[in-house]
């Protein structure tokens, strides 16, 4: 298991203002590191109760160079809050972990630029260029792995790839797609990974689908082909509606946590590889739940031996 939607939980639960709805900032002050530890302490626990491992993704979706004045600080300040943010989780895997509960670290990476819209495209070899520079701070830390979440454009998620594997970390590549299952650029998610496995000599440990309803891209996972193989996480929207409904939208929607656990579970016993369960926007520790509840055990996913 993972967390659910970090910024949305914060923002809307919370109402705690993040600039650029950057999850880092809270490491800017002990009332902020109090709070990520509560959260994730929160979320932890229920991998704990269910004797399942457990996936820390640090605060940092968006905190790469380009959003450094929009946040409020330096670059060199920035570089500390990443390498900060993993120290947080391991002090909490030092408390928390299990013989039951294995848990892992992960260093977050965002896009560059919007997360529902490629507004700026870059090529691979800008993407891994400017992405170098987080993914290099991960790997000064006891980051185990890397991952690229929200990536809307193959080429971003090419250059994270690959500037993962020239650091020798293990990275996780998630993409987002629109209501018709296809990434916002229109290519196909199918298309999309094996263009990463292809560019990248299959750096990425697996892949993720992110920011997204279930109900979005059910039907292409349905399709088969060799991708779905490679697809190992999921963390969904708790919403039904489109990116562009959600940005529009003055309150949060929370969806229904049973009901997503049940779509959880349907993918799950569709995709059996399917090993990391989280949420995205609009999911919070009760949607996380209702996924465990869903998916482990009950003949679904096994819970880790004693």
């Given amino acids: 298991l993972s967390d659910g939607g970090i910024e949305t939980t914060f923002i809307f639960h919370d109402r705690i203002e993040l600039p650029a709805n ?17 959260y994730f302490r929160r979320h932890a626990a229920i991998a704990l109760a269910n004797g399942a491992g457990f996936l820390f993704e640090s605060p940092t979706w968006r905190a790469s160079p380009d959003w450094a004045d929009q946040i409020g600080v ?31 670290l992960s260093g ?7 997360g529902y819209t490629p507004s700026a495209i870059m090529s691979a070899e800008e993407a891994e260029a400017y992405h170098a520079w ?25 250059g994270i790839a690959r500037a993962a594997k020239a650091t020798g970390m293990p990275s996780a590549i998630s993409f987002t797609v629109e209501t018709d299952g296809r990434l916002p650029t229109g290519q196909p998610l199918g298309e999309a990974i ?22 979005h ?53 569709m995709l059996p590889q399917l090993t990391v369960l989280g ?5 919070d520790h009760r949607h996380i739940e209702a996924i465990a509840s869903a998916c482990i055990g009950h003949g679904h996913l096994p819970a880790y031996a004693a």
Avoid: K
Wanted: with cysteine.
């Fill in 22 to 38: 950057s999850a880092v900032h809270m490491m800017r002050s002990a009332e902020g590191r109090a709070h990520l530890r509560r």
């Fill in 217 to 269: 891209f059910s039907e292409a996972l349905e399709s088969g082909g060799r991708w779905v193989r490679w697809i190992r996480g999921l963390r969904a929207n708790a919403s039904m509606r489109s990116h562009a409904e959600l940005d529009e939208a003055p309150e949060l929607d929370e969806g229904d946590p049973i009901e997503l656990g049940s779509d959880y579970r349907r993918l799950v016993l």
């Fill in 74 to 104: 330096s670059v060199e300040e920035l570089g500390e809050l990443n390498r900060a943010s993993v120290a947080l989780m391991a002090d909490l895997r030092r408390e928390l972990e299990t013989d039951r509960s294995p848990m892992v």
């Fill in 194 to 215: 094996e263009a990463v496995a292809e560019e990248t000599g299959n750096a990425p440990a697996y892949y993720m689908i992110n920011c997204a309803h279930p109900s």
């Fill in 279 to 283: 949420g995205c926007c609009g999911t």
């Fill in 134 to 158: 987080q993914v290099e701070n991960f790997r000064d830390t006891e980051a185990d792995m890397v991952a690229a979440i929200t990536m809307n454009y193959v080429e971003e998620a090419i």
């Fill in 108 to 114: 977050c990476l965002g896009p560059r630029g919007d």
